[in-house]
């Protein structure tokens, strides 16, 4: 089985200080300036803004089109994630399309943005540091923060009977200097391959990504052979531990 993750935005409506994307995220309508290696003193003002690209350009249409040439729900999941997918624009149909397609997948999420039930993709919400219980929920994670009262809210989960994971902190997220080894599991999961909120295709999120290797370009996926490569890949070793029963079996987790 093969894995491909979605960063359908790159925006967020919390700021939580241990999130390891958070210096990527930006307001849901931002653009980036135009290219400073280009020669842009003769362009007008409207010109000029024609040469931004936006930060959160994935649109359902190009999307499923993409997959359905190259990626068949047979071999691949797909994990949807963020910043927080619950402000992509069209993730109420975009999970019933991907669910009518027979994908299976994931949805990980903070819970406080509606996101729509189905049979096929989970909705995991984390249960974030000073926030409020998730709102939108199949499953919920918890991180055992040590700022956090984390103990409280799996007590919380047993007493309501809601299913829960707790995963460790990494302290990297917050400081750079550590990153727990207890995450750092053999995986089942073969193939990788990952797309941002723009649109650009790479073997793995943390790649630098070629602007023309893109999903409206039509371009080819990037498939990083991930029992070769990473082994023990800590973000596929999260996406492992919140698979139904049935997957975990096909790919060897059980």
């Known amino acids: 089985m093969n894995l491909l ?11 939580c200080y241990y999130c390891p994307t ?8 931002y653009k980036f300036p135009f290219l400073n290696d280009k020669d842009t003193s003769n362009l007008t003002e409207e010109q000029k803004e024609q040469t931004r690209k936006k930060l959160n350009a994935l649109t359902n249409d190009s999307l499923l089109k993409w997959l359905d040439s190259y990626l068949g729900p047979k071999e691949w999941l797909i994990e949807i994630t963020g910043g927080e997918p ?13 669910n009518n397609r027979n994908y299976f997948g994931l949805v990980k999420t903070n819970g406080s943005l509606p996101i729509p039930k189905s049979n096929n993709f989970k909705i995991i919400s984390c249960w974030h540091y000073e ?17 956090d009262d984390w103990h409280k809210k799996l007590e919380y ?23 727990n080894p207890e995450r750092c599991k053999l995986n089942h999961i ?9 649109g ?3 073997g ?5 990504v070629n602007e023309e290797r893109n999903i409206f370009n039509m371009s080819r996926p990037i498939i990083k052979n991930v029992s070769k490569e990473c082994p023990k890949c800590k973000n596929i070793n999260d996406v492992e531990m919140f698979l139904p029963d049935t997957i975990k079996l096909k790919i060897g987790v059980l």
């Open 86 to 98: 619950g402000l992509y624009p069209e993730v109420q149909t975009l999970i019933t399309e991907l």
């Open 157 to 179: 989960c047993k007493e309501n009977n809601i299913i829960f994971h707790t995963t460790l902190f990494d302290e990297w997220y917050a400081t750079g200097k550590y990153i």
């Open 131 to 147: 926030s409020d219980f998730p709102e939108y929920f199949d499953e919920v994670i918890i991180i055992r923060n040590p700022q």
């Open 22 to 29: 958070k210096r990527w995220h930006n307001d849901i309508d």
């Open 204 to 208: 793995c999120s943390r790649e630098i």
């Open 190 to 198: 073969i193939n990788y391959c990952h797309i941002n909120s723009m």
């Open 5 to 15: 993750t979605i960063n359908i935005v790159s925006s967020c409506n919390k700021s």
């Open 200 to 202: 650009q295709i790479s």
